[in-house]
Structures are given as structure tokens and as C-alpha cells.
């Protein structure tokens, strides 16, 4: 009972210290609560005088954002005004600039006109200066091949008369037949072995066919006309053997022949380009000659082809080549006339461009008169090439031997 006693005693005594608590607590709490609207308060307060200087702030920026527009829009007209006057400035700068370029234009087309008024008027001269001498030179050359058929008549007409003259004298058979032949009716030729053997081979056949000659004195002739280092194979050959015609042919063959460089020459024929500065002519010449070299054994249409070929290949100016290529030319005679007139045409051309391109000046006029000449010469000069070129070519070789009785 004692225990339960204390034990009240004890819980009224904490329930007491509980409410006293309570009560203190209570205190505080309305003390705090007092404080805070006392805090509310001053921040009311504080909050307002903010929203005061908000709204100051506000109004001193307004201001100053409607001085500073003002002020710029105030630099923005002036700053249009000054585009403005700069923008009338240039369009009048530009139409004077205008009108500039449409006199100088105007004076440009003008002297363009003179230039081409001028320049046409010496082409129509040159082009007349150019026939008329193609038509001198082609006069020149149809009397020249007249005089030369003409000449080769009368030898021919010689010759055939000289044959009817020892047909008709009476002929006495010596004892040894072969020894004795007719005086020669064609005079012999000498071979020193500087020359080709090729063709020295070929003049003596055909003057030994037109003398009538037999093997034997073919062979004694062959012999006397040995010079100089040709004549030192005869050291070779036996005593027995000299009056035998293949024996000193094969010799002769043998040390001077080029047969052995049938190749080589094909090669050659084969690489040959023209050099600077050679001439068409020139060039031609030298294929016409590697081709009785390296093709002496192929028909003469065959040969003629290969020669057209191989000229082409060899013209230096890629135009011309390509033009000439195009022509499809069957033989170089026909390559070489067209390829001559290409590059005729092609420097009348060149000029002409070249004269457009020079300016109209006082005191010109001498010089291009000179320019024109002086193409006018080289042209004639061609076609004077052009014409003995084709002069030389057209007579063959028997024909040259019988001139030179």
C-alpha cells in the first residue's frame, strides 16, 4: 500500500511538473507568436518600401529608355541622311562612269570596224596577189613540162633514129663474137662506192639494156666503170672471174649492197620525224628515199601507200598531220601537195588573226604592208618549192638518164 502510495505521489508530483511545463511552454509559444507578427510586420513594412523602390527604378528606367531611343532615332536619321546623300553621290558617279564606257565603246567599235574594213581589204588583196601568182607559177609549170616532154621527144626521136641507123649498117661477125659489141649509143657511168650500189645497179642495167649489151660486156663495162674503193673488190675476185658478170655483181653486192640493212632502214623509215625547220619538201624526199631501201622488193602500189603512211607520220605540226591524215592520201605525192596547201592556208589564216589583233595607230599602215609582202613572198616561195618538187618527181629515172646523152 505504501509503495502504491509513493508511487501516486510520484505521478501527481509529475503530472504537476507536466502542466507547469505546459504552461511555460505555452508562454513561450505565445511569446514566439507575438515576435513573429512583430516580424511579419517589419517585413510588410520592408516589402513595401521595396515595391516603392521597384517602382522608382521602374520609372528612372523608362525615362532613360525613352532618352536613349530618342537619342538614336535622332542618330539613325542622321545617319539615313548621310546614306542617302552618299547613295545619290555614286548613282551620279555610276552614270558618269556610264557614259564614259558608252563613248569609249562607241570609239572602240568604231576603230574595230576600221581595223576590219582595213584588214579585209588587204586579205582581198593578198587572196588576189596569191591567184594571180598561182596562175603564174602554174603557167610557168605547164611550159616547163611542155619544154621537158618536148626534149625527152627529140631524144627519144634521137635515140630511135641512132637504133635504126646500126640496124640498117651491116654487121661483120668477127671470130670470137662475144668480144665484139656496138659502139655505146649511152654514155657509161662510174660508181667510186660513195654513192648507193642500189642505184647505180638500176642506171646500169637499163644504159646496158639500151646499148644491147651481152653478159661479157656488161661485165667488162661494169669493170671499167669501178673508181676509188669500188674498184679495189676487182683485187678480190680471180683473174678467170673478172669477165663474169654475177661473180663481180655478188662482190659488188657483198661490200656495198644494203640488203643486209633492210631492217635498219625500216626502222628508220619507221622513227623518222621532221626536224625543225625542214621543209615538207625535204621530208618528203627523204621517205621516198628510205623506201627504195627498206620496201625495194614490194609492189609500187604497195610502196606508195607505205610512203603516204609513213610522211604523215612524220609531219612535226599536229595539224597539219591530223588534216593530212584525214585526206587519206593513197601516195606521197598526193600527201605532199595536200599537206603544203594546209600549211599555206594555215599561215594566210595565222596572219590575218595576228592583223585583227594589232592596233590602229598613225604611221602603221608601211609596216603591215611589209608584214603582207613579206607573207605574200613566203607563199610564192612555197608553192614555187611545191612546183619544182613535183617537177623533179614526175620524169623517171630512165627518162633523166637519157637527158644526160
Avoid at 639494156?209 to 651481152?214: E, I, L, M, R, T
Avoid at 587519206?328 to 594566210?348: G, H, N, Q, R
Wanted: hydrophobic share 30%; net charge negative; with cysteine.
Amino acid at each position: 500500500m505504501a509503495e502504491n502510495a509513493d508511487l501516486l505521489a510520484l505521478l501527481a508530483e509529475m503530472k504537476k511538473s507536466m502542466e507547469k511545463g505546459q504552461e511555460e511552454m505555452k508562454d513561450r509559444m505565445e511569446k514566439g507568436q507575438e515576435e513573429m507578427r512583430k516580424g511579419q510586420e517589419e517585413l510588410r513594412k520592408g516589402q513595401e518600401e521595396m515595391r516603392k523602390g521597384q517602382e522608382e527604378m521602374r520609372k528612372e528606367q523608362e525615362e532613360m529608355k525613352n532618352q536613349i531611343q530618342s537619342h538614336v532615332e535622332s542618330k539613325v536619321g542622321e545617319i539615313k541622311d548621310h546614306v542617302n546623300s552618299c547613295i545619290e553621290k555614286i548613282e551620279e558617279d555610276v552614270q558618269s562612269v556610264k557614259r564614259e564606257i558608252g563613248e569609249v565603246k562607241g570609239e572602240v567599235e568604231r576603230k574595230i570596224e576600221e581595223v576590219e574594213d582595213k584588214v579585209q581589204g588587204k586579205i582581198e588583196e593578198v587572196e588576189d596577189k596569191v591567184q594571180g601568182k598561182i596562175e603564174e607559177v602554174e603557167d610557168k609549170v605547164q611550159g616547163k613540162i611542155k619544154e621537158v616532154k618536148e626534149k625527152v621527144q627529140v631524144k627519144i626521136g634521137d635515140l630511135e633514129k641512132r637504133l635504126s641507123e646500126l640496124e640498117d649498117r651491116p654487121i661483120n661477125l668477127p671470130a670470137n663474137p662475144d668480144l665484139t659489141y656496138s659502139r655505146p649509143t649511152v654514155k657509161s657511168l662510174t660508181f667510186d662506192g660513195q654513192t648507193s650500189w642500189t642505184v647505180f645497179k638500176t642506171q646500169f642495167d637499163v644504159v646496158s639494156s639500151a646499148n644491147g649489151w651481152n653478159n661479157r660486156v656488161k661485165a667488162s663495162q661494169l669493170v671499167a666503170s669501178l673508181r676509188g674503193s669500188a674498184a679495189e673488190v676487182l683485187q678480190g675476185i680471180p683473174s678467170d672471174k673478172l669477165t663474169d658478170l654475177m661473180t663481180i655483181k655478188n662482190a659488188l653486192e657483198a661490200r656495198f649492197g644494203d640488203s643486209h640493212l633492210t631492217q635498219f632502214y625500216r626502222t628508220e623509215l619507221k622513227t623518222r620525224r621532221q626536224k625543225p625547220g625542214e621543209s615538207l619538201q625535204v621530208l618528203a624526199a627523204d621517205v621516198e628515199r628510205l623506201m627504195s631501201l627498206a620496201y625495194a622488193e614490194c609492189p609500187q602500189d604497195v610502196r606508195d601507200s607505205l610512203a603516204a603512211q609513213y610522211f604523215v607520220d612524220a609531219i612535226r605540226d599536229e595539224d597539219t598531220q591530223h588534216a593530212t591524215r584525214l585526206m587519206d592520201a593513197k601516195d606521197l605525192k598526193s600527201a605532199l601537195a595536200y599537206s603544203m596547201k594546209y600549211e599555206a592556208a594555215k599561215t594566210v589564216s595565222k596572219t590575218s588573226r595576228n592583223v585583227r589583233s594589232i592596233e590602229v595607230e598613225d604611221g602603221t599602215g608601211k609596216e603591215k604592208d611589209e608584214k603582207f609582202d613579206c607573207l605574200l613572198k613566203n607563199f610564192g616561195k612555197i608553192i614555187k618549192q611545191s612546183c619544182c618538187w613535183e617537177e623533179e618527181h614526175s620524169s623517171t629515172k630512165s627518162e633523166r638518164d637519157l637527158l644526160e646523152v
